[in-house]
């Protein structure tokens, strides 16, 4: 029997469409090696290197493995969402999506769920990595508030970020800038060092970033203090973040 | 006459400094296949863009299925194929069809394309891997998986088989047949010959000429009416 072509049109509901849409781009992701290496096994290395041989360098057992979920959430925030948000642009992608049902709202909130859903799935397996090494935080209730706020905050921050980059550059320039930012955020942005451990002249300017406002954030959690400082840090970056990705970004490339 | 389902009027553009539509005017309408020629760069894709709310003209008026291109109204009632890519590099046909088919209400079951068009045997394949003809026979899919009220097929047939072609040729002339308004770009001149029920030649952002082809081609062949009417950009 051939295919009944009569028009009967209409959006399914929106609930479903976001949920769709985040399970595809999550499935792409995890499918992806380049981004698995980002998400997972640059990580997992440095965690369980970290743990099993950092302590005659000086590494704090306790205050690292926090230091490590940090960078996962700047990797899958920032570099994963910047690298196939371009590549989105430059295979026509969004320009595809947006004749659907799917309005640019819906695209940037299933963007969000797919992002928060990968680094749940990475801060978990982190974590269970980190206690089988013998990982033992020692949070308060008030400090794992700040924290989770500053994960959110910083998440959303980062992935605006990501947006406005891969919103105006060409794929393979965003590719390597990305990456570029990535090493230079998580070496020298106070991702993965704490600011103490910066030059006393570098560490004003150092705690004023993002990253340096996460990682802080997340190795006073698990040492047992508040770091509300660094909610205000996150805040201010996340208000000029979207403002800068709603002006630059391009549907298309 | 029929309500149009497309509603061109005056539409003015110009991007970059470069005037791409100028005084850009015509209308499709349902049960009937519109065709837009016109040489490269003349403003063809740039039209589609538009009327999928992608690009906002400068002036002019645009409705689309009665409503403003782009609005929730109008989006989900339109299937689009892109000339070029249009899906992510590593999703496979019937993961893509599945996945444009959950965003719509009543859409066709994408087994069922996959077999009206001759998917199957690449339906696994990652997108990156397939041949340019492979890719467009998905993105067709993909414009008819939500069942469209108004379909825009920008060059569907380009990079197929002649047999491929042909079938496809049949596939849009049903879909104009069972009511829906299909507005399709091409270079291929018996491509719009066969299939047109009105054409609408565009050159440097306006139309130049247009009428059924039968009118168009009472003195010549649509082909010497199109190098007649358009600039040329070679040489």
Not at chain 1, 4 to 16: C, E, T
Not at chain 2, 5 to 13: C, E, K, P, T
Not at chain 2, 191 to 203: G, N, P
Request: net charge positive; proline share 6%.
């Amino acid at each position: 029997m051939s295919l009944d072509l009569s028009p009967r049109a209409a959006a399914a509901p929106r609930p479903a469409r976001l949920l769709h849409h985040a399970r595809v781009e999550v499935g792409l992701q995890l499918r992806n090696g380049e981004q698995l290496l980002l998400a997972l096994v640059i990580p997992v290395g440095l965690l369980v290197a970290g743990l099993l041989w950092g302590r005659p360098l000086g590494v704090d057992p306790v205050a690292y493995p926090a230091s490590i979920l940090a960078l996962a959430v700047w990797s899958t925030s920032f570099t994963s969402l910047a690298i196939t948000t371009g590549f989105e642009r430059r295979y026509g992608v969004l320009e595809r999506l947006i004749a659907t049902p799917l309005s640019r709202a819906d695209l940037v909130i299933g963007k969000a769920l797919a992002t928060a859903a990968v680094a749940a799935g990475q801060v978990t397996l982190l974590a269970a990595v980190a206690a089988g090494l013998g990982w033992r935080p020692a949070p308060t209730a008030s400090g794992t508030l700040v924290a989770v706020a500053a994960a959110l905050l910083a998440s959303g921050c980062f992935a605006a970020l990501a947006l406005a980059l891969a919103g105006r550059l060409e794929a393979t320039v965003t590719l390597g800038l990305v990456n570029l930012i990535y090493l230079a955020g998580a070496a020298g942005g106070g991702l993965v060092l704490p600011v103490a451990a910066y030059p006393e002249a570098a560490r004003l300017p150092v705690s004023l970033l993002p990253t340096a406002a996460l990682g802080e954030s997340l190795r006073s959690w698990a040492s047992g203090g508040v770091e509300p400082g660094a909610l205000g840090v996150l805040g201010c970056w996340l208000v000029l973040a979207l403002l800068v990705a709603r002006k630059a970004f391009r549907w298309t490339a | 006459m029929p309500e149009a389902s497309l509603l061109v009027d005056d539409v003015r553009l110009s991007l970059g400094g470069r005037r791409i539509l100028d005084g850009l005017t015509f209308h499709a309408a349902p049960g009937a296949v519109t065709a837009l020629l016109g040489p490269n760069g003349a403003g063809k894709s740039t039209t589609i863009r538009c009327c999928t709310g992608l690009v906002r003209p400068d002036a002019g008026r645009l409705t689309v299925l009665g409503h403003a291109p782009g609005s929730p109204d109008a989006a989900a009632r339109v299937g689009l194929m892109p000339q070029s890519t249009g899906a992510w590099s590593g999703i496979r046909p019937d993961e893509l069809l599945r996945y444009l088919a959950s965003l719509y209400a009543h859409p066709h079951r994408p087994e069922d394309l996959i077999a009206e068009l001759g998917i199957g045997p690449f339906a696994r394949t990652p997108y990156r891997r397939l041949s340019g003809g492979q890719q467009q026979l998905v993105n067709l899919a993909g414009a008819l998986v939500g069942r469209p009220e108004l379909v825009f097929l920008d060059e569907p047939t380009a990079g197929l088989d002649p047999h491929v072609r042909r079938h496809t040729w049949s596939l849009i002339r049903r879909l104009a047949d069972a009511g829906v308004a299909v507005v399709l770009t091409t270079h291929a001149m018996d491509e719009a010959a066969t299939l047109a029920d009105h054409v609408w030649l565009l050159d440097a952002g306006r139309i130049v000429v247009h009428g059924t082809v039968a009118e168009l081609t009472r003195d010549a062949s649509l082909e010497d009416v199109f190098l007649t009417h358009t600039g040329g950009r070679a040489g």
